[in-house]
């Protein structure tokens, strides 16, 4: 396909053919075949018409006045120049130009208005695509409402329950931790008040979970060494850590990045985080979690970079989030494990934006995740 301006350059090489090849048959020709210059005469008119549908007005004028301008020599010196012998051609000259004129204005005029047309065409493109993009952010609102109405039931349902369930959840471990330690040794016995145990703790952090998510909890924001709660949630995990075969690596430098914040808000935040990357390795893996303070290194002969952020990574090595999938996994209630809540991570995402804080993640399916926490420095 050929570009517009080459198009424009292809037909300009057309017209000044058409009228160089037209004037040699003018000049070449004898006066007295007269009837092959009445044809030349009239063939004139083709590249007139050519020139004004393809450049407008300009294009038809400046033809027809350079075919005048060629052609009124051939009059004056092959016909002998006299009016009344040569009035026809002096005719044709006058015609040519208002021919050049009229089909040249005509075609500018449906130009102008083909322009016109695919300039509102474009408008109404537009129009057409802003409004697709309200009716998915009204539907997107609309989801936001739904999933606002099952939150509030949640949060209604929790209030009710949370001592309903949690009471009897403690009493049945207390009587079974008094029945493992007043029975004989027992191998068997051993294991299963041990499941008993377990799965009370698993149905506690349920509700945990539920209760965390649903209440609106007070800010009890202090000065926080972001390494020193790292450590403590590295050793509060540590034994499940070894149970399923996990090393957590630290590397969290050797200064202190202090922020103002809710220590138990990032102690949640890390847990919620590293029981992920537990559970994305089950046969194994390492953890690793990283902190340090948000920036470039400054360059030569330029002022040292402002940090003003302090930033913290967990990267597991586990099986990854599904392509697709990562946009989803925020949301509340949504989970791909078999007994998940699908609260853990919209817990962090809560906490996240309350505090006016940034989290971004990085996956890779079958190679592992990274959660990045940014959080201003003090």
Same mark, same amino acid.
């Not at 002998?80 to 012998?85: E, N, R, S, W």
């Not at 090393?247 to 919620?272: C, E, M, S, T, Y």
């Given at each position: ?119 509102? +065409? #474009? %408008?109404?493109? /537009?129009? @057409?695509?802003?409004? =697709?993009?309200?009716? !998915?952010? &009204? ?22 329950? +949370? #001592? %309903?369930?949690? /009471?009897? @959840?403690?009493?049945? =471990?207390?009587?079974? !931790?008094? &029945? ?199």
């Amino acid at each position: 396909m050929l570009s517009e301006t080459q198009r424009q350059r292809l037909w300009l090489a057309v017209i000044v053919f058409l009228v160089v090849l037209i004037s040699i048959l003018h000049y070449t020709t004898s006066t007295t075949r007269w009837q092959y210059h009445l044809i030349y005469m009239q063939s004139y008119f083709i590249p007139i018409l050519i020139a004004a549908f393809q450049f407008g007005i300009k294009g038809g004028v400046g033809t027809s006045v350079a075919i005048s301008a060629i052609y009124l020599p051939h009059i004056m010196l092959q016909w002998g120049g006299l009016i009344d012998t040569n009035l026809m051609r002096f005719l044709q000259i006058i015609l040519f130009n208002i021919v050049g004129f009229i089909m040249g204005l005509q075609s500018q005029r449906e130009k102008e208005e083909k322009k016109r047309y695919q300039e509102t +065409a #474009h %408008e109404l493109e /537009n129009s @057409l695509n802003l409004l =697709r993009s309200q009716s !998915e952010k &009204l539907e997107e609102m609309e989801e936001q409402l739904r999933l606002a109405d099952r939150l509030a039931v949640v949060g209604e349902l929790t209030a009710s329950l +949370a #001592h %309903e369930v949690r /009471n009897p @959840l403690g009493a049945i =471990r207390g009587a079974v !931790e008094i &029945l493992r330690d007043e029975m004989p040794s027992n191998e068997h016995s051993a294991e299963f008040f041990q499941i008993l145990i377990d799965e009370t703790n698993r149905l506690n952090a349920v509700v945990e979970n539920y209760l965390s998510f649903s209440r609106k909890q007070q800010e009890m924001k202090s000065r926080v060494d972001v390494r020193e709660i790292i450590r403590n949630v590295r050793n509060l995990l540590a034994a499940r850590g070894r149970k399923e075969k996990i090393v957590f690596n630290l590397d969290l430098g050797d200064k202190p990045l202090l922020i103002d914040a809710d220590p138990g808000q990032i102690r949640q935040i890390l847990v919620n985080l590293a029981l992920n990357a537990i559970q994305a390795m089950p046969s194994g893996g390492a953890i690793t979690i990283q902190a340090g303070i948000c920036g470039q290194p400054a360059e030569s002969g330029k002022p040292e970079t402002v940090h003003s952020k302090a930033y913290i990574s967990i990267r597991d090595d586990g099986s990854g989030i599904p392509e697709g999938e990562v946009e989803n996994i925020f949301k509340p209630f949504y989970t791909t494990k078999t007994d998940g809540t699908g609260l853990g991570l919209a817990i962090v995402k809560r906490i996240v934006e309350q505090n006016k804080w940034r989290i971004s993640v990085e996956s890779v399916p079958g190679k592992g995740t990274q959660f990045k926490l940014d959080i201003p420095l003090a």
